[in-house]
């Protein structure tokens, strides 16, 4: 079974505390990528890694960090820095560079701070 | 900041009835691909149409570009009660050499059965 795992589903946290959410794939994608979707929005970009050690700044870094030590695995950290950071985080891949090729979406993590 | 947008917000029809859905957008694009999301899920690519093509259909999906007018528009036809979900457009944009897909804030598609 190929796809993208996300882990958990569900994440509760405390205000100043920092959190990872886990990015698993077997598809053996160079490309990964991590959004936040806020409700009734579109989504916007994190991060993203066209390949294994490498990464790049989206339109909303501050606050998240990611590393990219293997091919399968893009996990991302929610920094105590990062203001707003309750929102449904998506992980996605895709074979080679977009928008050439479609993009693989996990199922996501719901992340809620108090 | 927003490429694609979606016309209308929302959107509620009856099963058998068609659902169309539009997307506007502002530079110029290489691509532009269609996704669905079903309430608390991860996204799903539809289609994928390229800037030299106009139309494209995918079973019950139709597909068309116009480049002139920088818009796009989703056709299901024959809708079902599954086909509800949240219907967005993403287009390319280049950044600093990497073109990554910028999302639109998506149709609410409500189909009652």
């Known amino acids: 079974d190929g796809g993208i795992t996300q882990s958990p589903k569900y994440l509760f946290r405390k205000e100043g505390q920092n959190v990872t959410l886990s990015c698993e794939q077997n598809?053996?994608?160079?490309?990964m990528y991590w959004y936040r979707q806020d409700p009734g929005q579109g989504l916007r970009l994190i991060y993203y890694?066209?390949?294994?050690?490498?990464?790049q700044k989206g339109d909303i870094a501050e606050g998240y960090s990611v590393s990219r030590e293997k091919k399968e695995s893009f996990p991302l950290t929610v920094t105590s820095a990062q203001k707003n950071p309750t929102a449904f985080y998506l992980c996605?891949?895709?074979?080679?560079?977009?928008?050439?090729?479609?993009?693989?979406f996990g199922p996501g993590t719901r992340l809620t701070v108090t | 900041s927003q490429q694609g947008e979606e016309d209308p917000q929302a959107l509620s029809i009856q099963e058998g009835e068609n659902a169309t859905m539009n997307c506007s957008y502002k530079?110029?694009?290489?691509?532009l691909q269609w996704y669905r999301q079903n309430s608390g899920r991860g996204l799903v690519h539809l289609i994928l149409?390229?800037?030299?093509?106009r139309e494209k259909h995918s079973g019950r999906l139709r597909v068309t570009l116009d480049t002139s007018k920088k818009s796009s528009s989703l056709l299901i036809t024959a809708s079902r009660a599954a086909d509800t979900a949240s219907y967005f457009c993403?287009?390319?944009?280049?950044?600093?050499?990497?073109?990554?897909?910028?999302f639109g804030t998506g149709t609410r598609l409500l189909v009652s059965p």
């Open positions: 890694s066209q390949i294994v050690n490498d990464f």
């Open positions: 996605a891949s895709s074979i080679g560079q977009t928008p050439t090729y479609e993009q693989y």
């Open positions: 149409i390229r800037s030299n093509e």
């Open positions: 993403a287009t390319d944009r280049m950044n600093t050499g990497f073109q990554k897909l910028v």
């Open positions: 598809l053996n994608h160079d490309a």
């Open positions: 530079t110029s694009i290489n691509n």
